[in-house]
Nanobody, 118 residues
Framework: QVQLVESGGALVQAGGSLRLSCAAS????????MGWYCQAPGKQRELVAS???????NYVDSVKGRFTISRDNGKNTVYLQMNSLRPEDTAVYYC????????????WGQGTQVTVSS
């Protein structure tokens, strides 16, 4: 089992920045890909960014150039630096961990709310 605990969500004005953190514990040796998903009210959960064990990153087009995913293997923590935030970024952000490289999550965090005011 892997446990994921997110933090860092907040209310911020448009144009501002936030950094989300996801601390992983448990059988993390089995995890090859970590990712951040978001789910806005009435919408499906969607992948925002992912990072492999080797450090390869991937982003959805809407956040490219604004968000950066990174990981600190020593701390077993994944970060999502969010800059130039927009009201449409408002959502609950979930950390996810996948054993396979197909990005199908095996584990989820509880979510952290990000609200961007205009």
């Amino acid at each position: 089992q892997v446990q994921l605990v997110e933090s860092g969500g907040a209310l911020v004005q448009a144009g501002g920045s936030l950094r989300l953190s996801c601390a992983a514990s448990g059988s993390i040796f089995s995890i090859n890909v970590m990712g951040w998903y978001c789910q806005a009210p009435g919408k499906q959960r969607e992948l925002v960014a992912s990072i492999t064990r080797g450090g390869t990153t991937n982003y959805v087009d809407s956040v490219k150039g604004r968000f950066t995913i990174s990981r600190d293997n020593g701390k077993n923590t994944v970060y999502l630096q969010m800059n130039s935030l927009r009201p449409e970024d408002t959502a609950v952000y979930y950390c996810a961990a996948a054993k396979g490289y197909n990005l199908v999550p095996n584990y989820w965090g509880q979510g952290t709310q990000v609200t961007v005011s205009s």
